[in-house]
């Protein structure tokens, strides 16, 4: 298991290494000159060369990208043009309150994905698999905003039980009451997705022949279900997790757009519309490590479920 | 005379295609005597496994059902028996082994927690004492280094070995009955020989009986003190086994014979049987056997019942001809 | 057995949509959603009550009525004309960019798979790095960067959606380019593009399309999405995006302005799901994978 583990730490590396080439690549593509963007098309040409060389513009390419890679390795995310604080500093104030949306959306997804998928390959082709598998396709259909929308319109305008905007509050009832409904919105689509892999996975162990030999054992209901078949099921529930992770990422933006919550999303969001391309290009540094990360610890999580794995 | 440790009578055993039931086992009946071992030959579609299955409810749920006979172990009959009951007989008096070692082992519980989990379930033991005990019966399957290997997982053993963890699975409630659904068919020939022989090493120790199903005729050899021969679901003869092998009856264990290579015959000889299987489908109303059989008669067009030889005799076929040239020998 | 020197029998997407509708009751539901919306995108003008456009300050923020059957929006415009109208929006930029994303995206993996070497093993790099990224954040990184109109809207949607397809289009190409037939193609002095169009192109054809179908329904929601972020087509032109993302400053008191372009791509979306996910069960069980958008 520590060998596979190092290994996949291992590999996180040259991805990582890739992924910045690529954000590297984006952001100078974008049509324009940063330096125009931020001092305004009146500003001089003294003061634009000076800002371009301040920046670091005029130096050849590859010398930016290796700069840009020391830079990244040693921690320098580089800093906001509007607000002048470091990227990192920008992430770190509202980093706790994605982290939390991201866990409740995910832990609301696994407690009710896991038995709903599971409840519906038990009951296959009977009225609740297909009542099943109609609800968590429509699920999936919702864009992320406008079941948020349509969450906030039934719960906090007509019935009045949430706030209809987050508020920064120190009383955790409050603080729940502003997590409900987006977490409630980003759950709602990690259930669908979990039901939807589940049913599947459960579907195809059921056909194995292991669950055969555990029932010629004696071995039945709850106990066949969850120590044979689900825990078997799960290796591709966890895998379809991880990939969904970035989709669950871009909803939360809309999510956060539209319950007036700080989070990653929002601080994305600003610095496309004020073209602030520092802070775009380490929010895109940020985002890739995240994706990196989630990746590597669906990585370990595959290990701790599936023996086979960690022996090469 | 002692009861049979199993009497399946008259089993008929069913598939849905298409809508419509089908029988894939017919007018199945036989007896298995304690401490006996019956082997059941044919070819592959012949209902050898859909028997074993049916016999322990294993059939799946949809599209599959038990028509009509019964199945007597231990004074019950485990036809329509409740599922919670028949979950108490499975792993603890009748077990049962199959033929894919590779597939049938769950691959995310170790060996030694998969045999404890047997024992614990059907004799209540902590899992200390049921894993010591596991312990000690990969030591009877001889598995080497046994106490290494009891929190190894399935995929960290060859074929050969997990047959033999299949075996310690099936034998650690000391079941009175064993359905063994060619457990030797997947592996390499040496294995083979090495597993047959401890199946019936334990056998002896046990005191158990096999229901042993095979295609291969040289395994049945090795194994069995009866054979039951079927052919698209039916039993077509049934014999001890010198007997059938000596002096086959029905054309179709004759031609099974005859099809089987052997050291000591050219393989020049081989007479491979013309003609298919009949589809589960398309059964013929008469004897299934005859569009293929060389000593087809009129009278073939009716059903043949499977009937003693001789009172007495142990040796049943389903056949009009050969019935008739015996009782007029 | 299959002989190996004559090529595999394509299957044809006309098929696998009968095959579907055969098998599947619900796709019927999916099939005849999908046909009313194309049928009330096409049929706008003689559908449609009012103009969209037209402003009718007078009967702003109406509820809805029996004259405007859906309500109006700050503007007084007629919120039903105006689904109908962006009905015609939102499904020809799903069409237009899961086509483009399709055709590209393809091309790039039999051309990855068919080239092989150092060639597939970069330009696969690149797609699984795109593959990694958020469909979402990356449509809207390309289409900030790029600037909000219609064009670009299109442009960003097909780019986020190129990578399945080039992943999916790969696969079978370099399946089929050991077959015998190709071989034999190439000695008969087949160019390779002729051996890609005509031997290898046309049986990953269905598996391609039944992919689309999905992506499309992706790319109706990302186009939603940016709409409402304010990054796609820009006012007056009525997208379903677009008219949430202006109804929303009102919803207190309007709910009728997010409502009902809410259920209009809800319904599509929906329905386009459905669809592809019965034509994806009936063709073929391997692409029941994590691509589902």
């Known amino acids: 298991m520590i060998r596979y583990s190092v290994k996949r730490l291992l590999l996180a590396v040259p991805t990582l290494l890739a992924m910045l080439t690529v954000i590297f690549v984006l952001a100078r593509l974008v049509p324009g000159d940063p ?50 604080r470091t990227v990192l500093e920008e992430v770190w104030q509202v980093l706790p309150y994605t982290l939390e949306l991201t866990a409740a959306a995910l832990l609301i997804g696994v407690l009710f994905g896991l038995p709903l998928g599971t409840w519906a390959a038990l009951r296959r082709n009977a009225w609740p698999d297909y009542a099943g598998r109609l609800i968590s396709l429509t699920g999936l259909s919702f864009p992320g905003f406008v079941s948020a929308i349509l969450l906030l319109l039934a719960f906090a305008v007509q019935l009045r039980w949430l706030p209809v905007m987050s ?36 579907l195809s162990v059921l056909g194995e022949d292991y669950i055969r030999t555990a029932r010629a054992k004696g071995v039945r209901g709850g106990r066949l279900v969850l120590r044979h078949a689900l825990r078997n099921a ?28 700080p989070g990653l999303g929002k601080l994305i969001l600003g610095a496309l519309t004020s073209r602030d391309y520092a802070l775009l290009q380490g929010l895109m540094v940020v985002f890739a490590a995240f994706i990196i990360l989630v990746n590597t610890l669906t990585d370990l999580a595959y290990g701790l479920i599936d023996p086979r794995v960690t022996y090469d | 005379m002692n009861e049979p440790v199993l009497r399946v009578e008259c089993l008929q055993s069913e598939f849905r295609i298409g809508g419509q039931w089908y029988p ?40 599959a059902r038990i028509a009509r006979g019964s199945v007597v172990f231990g004074g019950r009959d485990l036809v329509g028996l409740p599922e919670a009951e028949l979950a108490t007989l499975r792993g603890d008096a009748i077990a049962m082994i199959f033929q894919e070692p590779m597939t049938s082992l769950n691959p995310t519980m170790t060996v030694g927690d998969q045999i404890a989990e047997v024992i614990r379930i059907h004799r209540g033991t902590s899992r200390k004492t049921a894993l010591s005990e596991a312990l000690h019966l990969l030591e009877e399957v001889r598995i080497p280094a046994a106490r ?67 295609h291969n005729l040289g395994v049945v050899a090795q194994m069995a003190d009866r054979v039951a021969v079927m052919y698209a679901g039916e039993i077509v003869e049934c014999a001890p086994v010198a007997e059938l092998f000596a002096a086959p009856l029905h054309p179709y264990t004759e031609a099974l014979l005859q099809a089987m290579p052997r050291v000591d015959r050219d393989s020049a000889a081989l007479h491979p049987i013309g003609g298919q299987v009949p589809p589960l489908t398309a059964m013929p109303p008469g004897c299934a056997f005859a569009p293929r059989c060389p000593l087809r008669q009129p009278q073939c067009e009716r059903h043949p019942p499977l009937v ?15 019935a008739a040239m015996e009782s007029a020998a | 057995m299959t002989d190996t020197a004559t090529p595999p029998p394509a299957t044809r997407p006309s098929m696998a949509l009968l095959v579907t509708l055969q098998r599947n009751r619900l796709s019927w539901i999916g099939l005849a959603l999908i046909a009313a919306i194309v049928v009330m995108a096409v049929f706008a003008p003689l559908l449609a009550p009012h103009d969209p456009i037209k402003q009718n300050i007078i009967h702003r923020l109406e509820p809805p009525s029996a004259e405007f059957l859906l309500g109006t929006d700050s503007y007084g415009r007629d919120v039903l004309s105006r689904i109908i109208y962006g009905a015609r929006i939102s499904l020809m930029i799903g069409f237009v960019a899961v086509a ?80 015998e037939f190709v071989a034999a193609g190439r000695v008969l002095g087949f160019g390779p593009l002729r051996i890609m169009g005509v031997h290898i192109l046309p049986n ?46 009102n919803i207190l008191t309007a709910w009728w302005l997010v409502v009902f372009p809410s259920l209009a791509i809800l319904l599509t979306v929906l329905a386009l799901n459905i669809l592809g996910d019965a034509l994806r069960d009936a063709i073929d069980p391997k692409l029941r994978s994590e691509n589902a958008a």
Not at chain 1, 239 to 261: A, C, D, M, Q, W
Request: one cysteine or more.
């Open chain 1, 35 to 84: 330096a125009i963007a931020i001092l305004g098309d009146q500003a001089t040409q003294e003061s634009l060369q000076a800002l371009r060389q301040q920046l670091g513009l005029d130096r050849p390419l590859h010398e930016q990208y290796v700069a840009f890679l020391g830079e990244v390795l040693t921690g320098d995310l580089g800093r906001s043009m509007t607000s002048g």
């Open chain 1, 167 to 202: 508020t920064a509050t120190s009383d955790p009832v409050d603080h729940l009451r502003n997590l409900a409904l987006p977490a409630l919105n980003l759950g709602i689509i990690m259930t669908a997705y979990i039901t939807r892999v589940t049913r599947s996975s459960m």
């Open chain 1, 234 to 261: 799960l290796i591709p529930v966890v895998t379809v997790v991880g990939l969904y992770f970035g989709t669950l990422i871009g909803n939360s933006v809309l999510t956060e757009i539209v319950f007036t919550r």
């Open chain 2, 24 to 63: 894939a086992v017919r007018d199945f009946s036989l007896a298995v005597e304690a401490n006996e071992t019956v082997a059941v030959v044919g070819e592959s579609g012949s209902g050898k496994s859909v028997t074993a299955l049916s016999i322990l409810g294993l059939l799946p749920a949809v599209g």
């Open chain 2, 148 to 214: 290494l290997r009891l929190h190894d997982y399935p995929h960290q053993f060859s074929g050969g070995m997990r047959q033999r963890v299949m075996i310690a699975m099936a034998l650690a409630c000391r079941p009175k009955l064993l359905l063994a659904d060619e457990p030797t068919t997947a592996l390499d020939v040496t294995i083979q020989a090495q597993v047959l022989a401890l199946l019936n090493e334990l056998k002896q120790s046990y005191g158990m009986s096999i229901l042993f199903i095979t």
């Open chain 2, 308 to 322: 003693p030889l001789r009172l007495g005799s142990g040796h049943s076929l389903r056949c009009f001809v050969r």
């Open chain 3, 100 to 179: 483009i994303a399709m055709v590209v995206g393809s091309t790039i993996g039999i051309l990855a798979g068919y080239i092989g070497g150092l060639f597939d093993q970069i330009v696969m790099g690149v797609v699984d790095v795109m593959l990694a990224f958020p469909t979402l954040l990356l449509g809207l990184m390309i289409a900030a960067m790029l600037g909000a109109s219609l064009e670009n809207l299109i442009i960003a949607i097909a780019v986020t959606e190129m990578a399945p397809f080039a992943r999916v289009a790969r696969a079978p190409t370099i399946g089929l380019k050991e077959r």
């Open chain 3, 204 to 249: 990953m054809v269905s598996d391609v399309v039944v992919l689309g179908s999905l992506w499309m329904a992706s790319a109706i929601r990302t186009e939603a999405s940016l709409s409402f972020i304010g990054l796609g087509v820009q006012p007056p032109t009525p997208t379903w995006g677009g008219m949430i993302r202006e109804g929303f400053e």
